[in-house]
């Protein structure tokens, strides 16, 4: 045993099952809480317990519980765990993410389950709840434990309900995606012997899955590229979000030049800070802003219905707030790589690049919506490029193609 005390206090409607097992703990006292909000803090230091969790109405504390997050203690200050639903052999799904990095925790509040009630140093206590302001947000509370110190989640369910828990409100996810504004996160990607730093949003659920995970997105078919094209390119990358792939051209595929247009301007801004992150001289950022299209003029915007970046698009209108240009008028020099993904609008950039196209004859990389499959394939075959690779997907499909020819 480590000779670590653990003070427990279940709040009312919580219960702590039988055979409760000590794990490395000398000792566990089962408390209850004086008054005000450092009420258990108070109550575990007059009990001389170095560790503290409360136990929340409805949740009953498994007798392993000690156990599983007691192996942690000697390396982290504060140990989150997973909860099981009644009946079931595992743990419910959306709290079993496992993870110890902070630049994580963001993407678990959005997207999992953390809780709010974690098995925690009693010191570290002390120090979130002076810290917070009066009626902070359980997510408040969450940053700031990991903040003042090491923290953990663990796959491992510690509690049991009966019932799954409340998703985060509305008002809580509108905080975190506000913090996230306000103080810009980043999420390290190595690569070979190199380390990259990607931007964490909150709004790219399906691009920073794979972020936080230590990935580039789609890091399949940027390999695929990068054994393509070799290191030197000139690459345009069309619709380039938060810059995930403007990033992989011009760091580990080394390209020469990287030319990013992206329509949202709040989206030029997160390219132009990642950029700057990351030390880049080879990203030219003066076209982000610029909408591409067949024809010049001005489009709106259309979020999509959860307020994420990935499905926003360029919609018909005479006064809408964003720039339209052709390629054609803005990117007259040579290009190796034609990277263009643009929410079902294509076809519309590729016939306002067609002056670029037919004279430089790039390699392209390109979503096609499922619904303009047929008129692709028309085009390809009008303008003598071919098929070299599919990467399929929901929806739609990533085409790399080529000239005819060797």
């Given at each position: 045993?480590?000779?670590?005390r653990l003070a427990l206090f279940p709040e009312a409607g919580a219960s702590i099952e039988?055979?409760?097992?000590?794990?490395?703990?000398?000792?566990?006292?089962?408390?209850?809480?004086?008054?005000?909000?450092?009420?258990?803090?108070?109550?575990?230091?007059?009990?001389?317990?170095?560790?503290?969790?409360?136990?929340?109405?409805?949740?009953?504390?498994?007798?392993?519980?000690?156990?599983?997050?007691?192996?942690?203690?000697?390396?982290?200050?504060?140990?989150?765990?997973?909860?099981?639903?009644?009946?079931?052999?595992?743990?419910?799904?959306?709290?079993?993410?496992?993870?110890?990095?902070?630049?994580?925790?963001?993407?678990?509040?959005?997207?999992?389950?953390?809780?709010?009630?974690?098995?925690?140093?009693?010191?570290?206590?002390?120090?979130?709840?002076?810290?917070?302001?009066?009626?902070?947000?359980?997510?408040?509370?969450?940053?700031?434990v990991w903040q003042a110190g090491r923290a953990i989640k663990l796959a491992a369910a510690?509690?049991?309900?009966?019932?799954?828990?409340?998703?985060?409100?509305?008002?809580?996810?509108?905080?975190?995606?506000?913090?996230?504004?306000?103080?810009?996160?980043?999420?390290?990607?190595?690569?070979?012997?190199?380390?990259?730093?990607?931007?964490?949003?909150?709004?790219?659920?399906?691009?920073?899955?794979?972020?936080?995970?230590?990935?580039?997105?789609?890091?399949?078919?940027?390999?695929?590229?990068?054994?393509?094209?070799?290191?030197?390119?000139?690459?345009?990358?069309?619709?380039?979000?938060?810059?995930?792939?403007?990033?992989?051209?011009?760091?580990?595929?080394?390209?020469?030049?990287?030319?990013?247009?992206?329509?949202?301007?709040?989206?030029?801004?997160?390219?132009?800070?990642?950029?700057?992150?990351?030390?880049?001289?080879?990203?030219?950022?003066?076209?982000?802003?610029?909408?591409?299209?067949?024809?010049?003029?001005?489009?709106?915007?259309?979020?999509?219905?959860?307020?994420?970046?990935?499905?926003?698009?360029?919609?018909?209108?005479?006064?809408?707030?964003?720039?339209?240009?052709?390629?054609?008028?803005?990117?007259?020099?040579?290009?190796d790589l034609l990277k263009i993904d643009v929410e079902s609008m294509e076809m519309q950039?590729?016939?306002?690049?067609?002056?670029?196209?037919?004279?430089?004859?790039?390699?392209?990389?390109?979503?096609?919506?499922?619904?303009?499959?047929?008129?692709?394939?028309?085009?390809?075959?009008?303008?003598?490029?071919?098929?070299?690779?599919?990467?399929?997907?929901?929806?739609?499909?990533?085409?790399?193609?080529?000239?005819?020819?060797?």
């Amino acid at each position: 045993m480590s000779g670590a005390r653990l003070a427990l206090f279940p709040e009312a409607g919580a219960s702590i099952e039988d055979a409760l097992r000590p794990g490395p703990f000398a000792e566990i006292a089962i408390l209850s809480p004086t008054a005000g909000p450092l009420g258990a803090v108070e109550a575990a230091e007059a009990a001389g317990c170095d560790w503290l969790m409360r136990i929340g109405p409805g949740e009953t504390l498994r007798a392993e519980a000690p156990d599983l997050a007691g192996a942690a203690i000697s390396a982290y200050d504060a140990v989150f765990g997973a909860v099981a639903l009644s009946g079931e052999t595992g743990p419910w799904k959306p709290s079993r993410l496992a993870f110890d990095e902070a630049s994580r925790l963001p993407h678990a509040l959005l997207n999992w389950w953390i809780g709010t009630r974690p098995l925690i140093r009693t010191a570290t206590e002390r120090r979130v709840l002076e810290a917070l302001p009066d009626g902070a947000s359980g997510a408040a509370y969450v940053f700031e434990v990991w903040q003042a110190g090491r923290a953990i989640k663990l796959a491992a369910a510690l509690t049991e309900c009966a019932d799954a828990p409340a998703p985060l409100s509305d008002a809580e996810r509108s905080s975190v995606l506000a913090r996230l504004a306000e103080e810009p996160l980043f999420l390290d990607i190595p690569y070979g012997d190199g380390l990259y730093r990607l931007p964490y949003t909150g709004r790219n659920a399906g691009i920073e899955r794979e972020q936080t995970r230590g990935l580039f997105f789609e890091a399949h078919e940027l390999e695929a590229l990068k054994r393509r094209m070799g290191p030197g390119a000139v690459v345009a990358d069309v619709g380039a979000n938060t810059g995930n792939h403007t990033i992989f051209f011009a760091g580990p595929m080394r390209a020469s030049r990287v030319i990013p247009f992206e329509p949202l301007p709040e989206l030029g801004a997160v390219i132009r800070r990642t950029v700057a992150e990351n030390g880049l001289a080879n990203v030219e950022t003066r076209n982000l802003g610029l909408g591409l299209s067949d024809r010049p003029g001005r489009m709106g915007l259309r979020l999509s219905e959860r307020g994420g970046f990935g499905a926003t698009r360029l919609v018909e209108d005479a006064d809408g707030s964003v720039e339209v240009v052709r390629l054609d008028d803005v990117l007259t020099g040579p290009v190796d790589l034609l990277k263009i993904d643009v929410e079902s609008m294509e076809m519309q950039v590729l016939a306002g690049a067609e002056a670029l196209i037919s004279s430089v004859r790039p390699v392209i990389f390109i979503e096609i919506a499922h619904d303009n499959t047929e008129a692709f394939m028309g085009w390809l075959a009008q303008r003598a490029y071919r098929v070299e690779r599919i990467f399929p997907d929901k929806g739609h499909a990533n085409y790399l193609i080529a000239p005819h020819g060797p």
